[in-house]
C-alpha cells in the first residue's frame, strides 16, 4: 500500500532563512503526491501537486517541491519563510481507490523573528 | 465560488450520546471525503461518498456512518460517543478522480465529556 513519511515533526527556523520539509513515498507504481498546509483552526488547503510531467512543481505562496523518483522523495522548499508560514504541513498520496488520501504525521513549521 | 462549508462548528456533548456533522461541498463536486483529526492519530479517512453512494471506507467502527443526498450535501453520524470520539472532523469535496484537488472545510470540533 502506498503510504508517506514525514521525517520532521517540527521545523524551526528563522524569518527569510530558507526551509525544507521532508517527505519520503512508499510505492512502486506511478504516483499522485501532494503537500498541504493547515493554519490554527483551519482546514487543509493545497500548496501543490504533483501528478506527472515536470519534477519541479510550484505551488502558492512561493513554495515549490520536486519529485525525485530514484529517492522516492517529494520535499517542499521556500528560500524564504515569513511569519505567516508557520503552520501544520502535511504530505499526503492518495491511497484505496476513489479519493482516498493516507497522510503522513505532518510537520510543524515555527517561523521566529 | 463558495468553499466546502461545515456545521456546527463546534460541539461537546456527553459520552453515549450521538452526532451528526453536516457538510456542504463546493458547487459542481460530487465527491465528498471525511476526516478525524487527532493530535494521537493525525489524519485519519472516514470515509468517501460519490453520487450519493459509498466508494471507500476506513478502518472505523460501524459507529460512525454517513451518507450523502442528491444535491451532494453530506452528513455524517456518530452513535454512541466516547471520549476518544473528541476529534477535529473535516469533509473535503473534489471532483471525481484522484488527481483533483481535494477542498476542505474548516472543520467541526467534537468534545465528548
Redesign the interface.
Known amino acids: 500500500a502506498q503510504s508517506v513519511t514525514q521525517l520532521d515533526s517540527q521545523v524551526p527556523v528563522f524569518e527569510e532563512a530558507p526551509v525544507e520539509l521532508r517527505c519520503n513515498y512508499s510505492s512502486s507504481v506511478s504516483v499522485?503526491l501532494?503537500w498541504?498546509v493547515q493554519y490554527p483552526?483551519?482546514?487543509?488547503?493545497?500548496l501543490l501537486?504533483y501528478?506527472s510531467g515536470s519534477t519541479l512543481v510550484k505551488g502558492i505562496n512561493g513554495f515549490e517541491a520536486e519529485f525525485n523518483k530514484s529517492q522516492t522523495s517529494f520535499h517542499l522548499r521556500k528560500p524564504s519563510v515569513h511569519i505567516s508560514d508557520t503552520a501544520e504541513y502535511?504530505c499526503a498520496v492518495?491511497t484505496?481507490?476513489?479519493?482516498?488520501?493516507?497522510?503522513?504525521?505532518?510537520t510543524q513549521l515555527k517561523v521566529e523573528l | 465560488k463558495a468553499g466546502v462549508t461545515q456545521t456546527p462548528r463546534y460541539l461537546i456533548k456527553t459520552r453515549g450520546q450521538q452526532v451528526t456533522l453536516s457538510c456542504s461541498p463546493i458547487s459542481g463536486h460530487r465527491s465528498v471525503s471525511w476526516y478525524q483529526q487527532t493530535p494521537g492519530q493525525g489524519l485519519q479517512f472516514l470515509f468517501e461518498y460519490f453520487s450519493e453512494t459509498q466508494r471507500n471506507k476506513g478502518n472505523f467502527p460501524g459507529r460512525f456512518s454517513g451518507r450523502q443526498f442528491s444535491n451532494s450535501r453530506s452528513e455524517m453520524n456518530v452513535s454512541t460517543l466516547e471520549l476518544g470520539d473528541s476529534a477535529l472532523y473535516l469533509c473535503a469535496s473534489s471532483l471525481e478522480r484522484a488527481r483533483d484537488t481535494q477542498y476542505f472545510g474548516p472543520g467541526t470540533r467534537l468534545t465528548v465529556l
Do not use: A
Not at chain 1, 483552526?41 to 493545497?46: H, I, K, V
Not at chain 1, 484505496?96 to 505532518?106: A, D, V
Open positions: 499522485y501532494f498541504y483552526n483551519q482546514g487543509l488547503q493545497l501537486k501528478l502535511f492518495p484505496g481507490g476513489g479519493n482516498k488520501l493516507t497522510f503522513g504525521t505532518g
